[in-house]
């Protein structure tokens, strides 16, 4: 039984591909002056590597995207030399270049278990300070996911993705009728008059159950998540993998490649997303696309020709949807055209977006200097 409430058509946008965070060393502990006492170094503040976090849940978890290290324990009778403050780790995900607020690279992690340094706490107080501590460094920093390309092309195998990146771009992919002939990312680039350029990775072949890793499973659909938008590519006729897996519908292929993506990280279907319908050239192109966009139109109708455990938690609504032949070239310059238009105004998006955060971050802080401050926190 399948319960059509919980399906609405989603809205795209809330994609995270970088945060800007502030990060606080601790600040040092006090010397003690009579006995030569020396205050413990305030912690640092790390940004470390990890397994299933994304940025996304980053901000969500930390909505004030504010890290502070502790501070240094002072001196005293009965500890001479005080503890140092306790470190703050960020979990941050693989593949995230971290660089300062105007740009300059901190680092890159790599492989979980990579650590960057970006705030170092303060020195404790001692003999040299004249027993005084010093506080931490302050800044904020930008956490960056590392994308490959502008497009990443999702699509069952056979649906003629190589064939359109060649099409599209100056790339010559491999291109064979079966299945699997892509086996790593292909990198395309598209051209313009103004020669404005957008790259669109041609990603491997993604089948039903790949997000339980089968076929090329995880391999695909890890480069999927380093692209800004997603282009959806079915054939028009629909699709069968081999001759013992059932046939599949342009319509139903949209929607499982929907589901797969949502089985993987549901994150991934907030990228825009744009859906082209290739092979226009073959017989009865036209008329199998009126009817693909009639139930598109009202996809929850339509569901119940997919596998219950298969049907999206909600539709995907695509920015555009555009008919293509990578054979003959028809629709071509007008899905160029989209494709541009999308990214751009998603960029005006983002710039709107980073504009309103900075404005915010300015307010908040002369809300802070205007405040008289306390007295300081007692050093744990
Ligand atoms: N008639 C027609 N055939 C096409 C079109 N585009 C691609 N094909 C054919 O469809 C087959 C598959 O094309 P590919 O470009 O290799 O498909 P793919 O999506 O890259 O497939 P994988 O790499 O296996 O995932 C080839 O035989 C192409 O010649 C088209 O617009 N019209
Ligand atoms: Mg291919």
Redesign the pocket.
């Known amino acids: 039984m399948v319960h059509f409430s919980r399906i609405c058509l989603r809205k795209y946008g809330n994609l995270v591909d970088n945060l800007r965070l502030y990060v606080r060393g601790g600040s040092g502990g006090m010397g003690f002056p009579r006995l030569g006492g020396q205050g413990g170094d305030g912690g640092d503040v790390w940004v470390v590597a990890t397994k299933d976090i994304t940025l996304k849940r980053i901000k969500n978890k930390y909505p004030e995207k504010r890290f502070v290290a502790g501070v240094g324990a002072n001196s005293s009778i009965r500890a001479l030399k005080g503890m140092k403050g306790e470190d703050k780790e960020i979990l941050a995900p693989v593949g995230i270049t971290v660089t300062t607020d105007d740009g300059k690279l901190i680092g890159e992690l790599n492989a979980v278990g990579d650590r960057i340094k970006v705030a170092t706490g303060g020195s404790g107080g001692s003999f040299h300070s004249a027993f005084q501590p010093s506080k931490g460094q302050t800044k904020h920093v930008r956490l960056d996911l590392k994308l490959i390309a502008d497009l990443g092309?999702v699509?069952?195998?056979?649906?003629?993705?190589?064939?359109?990146?060649?099409?599209l771009s100056n790339a010559t992919?491999?291109?064979?009728?079966?299945?699997?002939?892509?086996l790593r990312p292909e990198i395309g680039k598209l051209m313009y008059e103004d020669y404005k350029q957008i790259s669109v990775a041609?990603l491997?072949?993604?089948i039903e159950g790949a997000h339980m890793n089968k076929g090329m499973g995880h391999k695909f659909l890890k480069h999927v998540e380093r692209t800004k938008q997603l282009l959806f590519?079915v054939?028009v006729s629909g699709f069968q993998l081999a001759s013992k897996t059932p046939f599949r519908s342009a319509f139903e292929a949209v929607q499982l490649l929907t589901k797969e993506l949502e089985l993987y990280r549901e994150e991934l279907l907030t990228k825009p997303a744009l859906l082209v319908v290739?092979?226009?050239?073959?017989p009865d192109a036209e008329d199998r696309l009126a009817e693909l966009k009639e139930q598109l139109h009202n996809p929850e109708e339509f569901s119940e020709l997919l596998p219950d455990d298969m049907i999206p938690k909600s539709f995907l609504s695509f920015r555009h949807v555009v008919p293509?032949?990578?054979?003959?070239g028809?629709g071509i310059s007008d899905l160029k055209s989209r494709i541009r238009e999308s990214l751009e105004q998603e960029a005006l998006a983002e710039a709107k977006g980073n504009h309103e955060e900075k404005l915010q971050a300015l307010r908040s802080h002369s809300l802070e200097r205007s405040t008289p401050p306390g007295p300081n926190p007692a050093p744990q």
């Open positions: 092309l699509g069952f195998p056979n649906a003629g993705k190589s064939s359109l990146l060649t099409t992919p491999q291109i064979a009728s079966y299945a699997f002939t892509t041609d491997p072949g993604l590519v054939d290739n092979k226009m050239d073959l293509v032949s990578a054979l003959t028809f």
